[in-house]
């Protein structure tokens, strides 16, 4: 039986393969006639299987045989990509993601999906085939020439010891080839009797394939070894190869638009070339788990820090010697931390694949039609961020759509287009990415929620609170608006997470919204977690880092508050009134008061506060350590950072620190 | 009682470390003492409480310290050339927590004896419900075997509350 472990590697191994095949299927499903999409599902499809065999998953792999063998007949223009299609292989890769997370579904799933593929795909080809059929028929005539295939091939020395069966790898073949195929074992590279050790593999094979397996098939039995074995494959011929290549150029010029099709069909003379790797970019992709990538971060970051503290020195020191040295060492150490935290960057296309779906079956579900737009998918973001994001997202989406949009008669009544839109969009904004969802549909109702929020005792009857403020109030824990609890949005349960989960990923939503036009939920996130720029602030004998971004301005503190005492007050300011907190009062620290303190202006949410502090040290760059659960409670800090002498800095969460002195609704109401 | 307690612990008692605090000779099994610091500078945790004493960086980790004396209602008596932080690693419900503990003076690693240890009197001490496994003794001493796990989890609030998700 599969154990866990093995199951988790297998999972690791397919998500991107998942990932792709349910795009092809969504993508095929708006431009069914593109043969590269038929392909790239094809390919999927068969990787899948080849995989799922490998780690012993019988039953993925029997029945995405059959899934393959449909998209087989539509790649070889026997049948075209229809709707009902589309829907069947969705279906259809559901039962593969079931499989594949290790549940069972019912036996008879299997079948009836078997059924409904091979019925979606018999029936007569369309015309657009034709063309297809043409370059079959060309093709097999080049491949007439060839009378076998001989197969030789020799399987790492490892083999068996990393898990493969090179008996399952025969039994592969022999299944391509069938019943006419030749086996031989050559056995010349076994090693004195002594010297053998039993996990090691010295045996080579040499296989006689008749004529009408396919070249590509073999090939893909020894895709995942194919860089660290010998394997030579060659068309036994009956005439000149040369003849052959002729008709391959041929083909190519008569079939323009089929021309990869017709290269695709045609035997290759390049025998080294493996083919599966035609598919691929050029780029080398390498597989690293998380907790690595973490570890090189954490290392990198004790670099920063080490070398901050180098810095220091070798200004005490003042040795043009050491200051050249240092210098480059800063160069490195920030570079390094650059491409560290690029790696752990991942574009948001990585998810948005599920967002397709997700949109696909909403309108399924809710009869509305609408066009689901995707802009700035290539936007990335740290992929801890990125991860989390997803539930969020869907959430989201799916209010867009089930209370968002209006139905088709509803929309067409307000003056509407009947189609909506719902656009799904990524993008950087300094130190930030935006990700909003949009819809065009009702828009929200502020005095609607408002007295839905008084009437849940949420908030007061006579709050005089501003349009951003009420629709804030969404996101509050047990409120929800939805008047008939659906299948899709739950049970308003949900956007309080959606803000707690972006809270935690230090992130803020906002929400805009015009009755009658649409509304927007924005989520604004950070691009990494693990290192800021932060300011570095002296307070009596204490120093704290704000995060640099938030940081508006720094002036003088005004001689009207320097005497007070109270932990807050307000004071004008450029013409504003702006609600002050004294640090020195709220973290009760000693020390001599510096005699030209300092306010730092800095932003929360849409309001701006006043930090009075002693003095400004400096911007810094901050490696944020986690607080333990000790102090994390707290929630005024969001962090920890080791200065360049070695001392430990608390990271102020200055939206936190504000809502525990009460100043995030009241000094609003003053400064309004 | 007694065997409940020793049949829990009877490795953990053949090795413990020994340390100092309020006039009391107090005892935590050496399995999770990481390793004992000269006190490095602390930095302070406003709003934190008596028990917070504060963040230290161990060799670029950042680490909470804890105070336990104002849960025994000790005196909290200014750092001296004898004052150490034992780095402790505690096994939490919730996972791992590694904990700087403040002692007074470390005595030394002593194996208690099983058959000395008895159940903490319910009235007359000073140290409250739970904290306290067990006094053993050794030599002409009474040691107190601390309950660092749960002590983390009541009074240092290790287990998350909630209003914060963490």
Redesign the interface.
Known sequence: MIDEETQEIFRQETEALIESLQECLLQLNSTPEDMDLVTQVFRDLHTLKGTGAMFGFARLAEFIHDFEAAFEQVRSGNAVVTPDLIAVSLKAYDLIVALLEGEDPAAEKDAELKAALSAATSGDAAPAAAEAEVVEEAAAEAKGEIEGWKLRYKLPPEFMEIGGNPVAILEELLEIGGPDTKVEAIVDGLPALAELKPNELHTAWELLLPADADEEEIRDVFMFHEDSMELELTAIRAAAPAAVEVAEAEVTVEEAPAAETAKAEAPKADTKKPAAKKSGSANVQMRVSAERLDDIMDRVGELVIAEARLSDLAQKLNDPNLTEVVEDIRRLALGLRDTTMAIRLTPLSSITGRFQRLAHDLAGKTGKDFDFVIEGEETELDKTVIEKLSDPLVHILRNAVDHGLEDNDTRVAAGKPARGTVRLKASYSGADVLISVQDDGKGLDPDFILGRAIDRGLVSADANLSRGEIFQLLMAPGFSTAEQVTDLSGRGVGTDVVKSTVEALRGSVEIESELGAGSSFTLRLPLTLAIIDGLLLQVGEDRYTVPLAAVEGIVEEPEAIRDGSDPTTTVELREKLISIMRLREIFETGGERAEFPKVVLVRTGDQQIGLAVDRIIGSYQTVIKQLSPMHSRLNVFSGATILGDGDVALIVDVAQLVKAQGLDQDGKEQAA | MTLELVSASEDDLKDMVAFEMGGELLVVPTRILREVLEPP?L??????GPY?A????VR?????V?DLRPIFEMEQKPFDIDTRVLVLELALE?GT???GVIAEKVHAVLALDPETIQKVPSVGTRWPQGAIKGIGRWKDRFVNLIDVEKI?EEY??????D????
Request: no cysteine; charged share 10%.
């Open positions: 500078k930095t302070r945790v406003p709003l934190a917070s504060g963040l230290i960086n670029g980790v950042v680490l909470p804890a919730e927590m590694t904990l983390a240092l609030g290790a287990m998350p509350t209003d914060s998700l963490t």
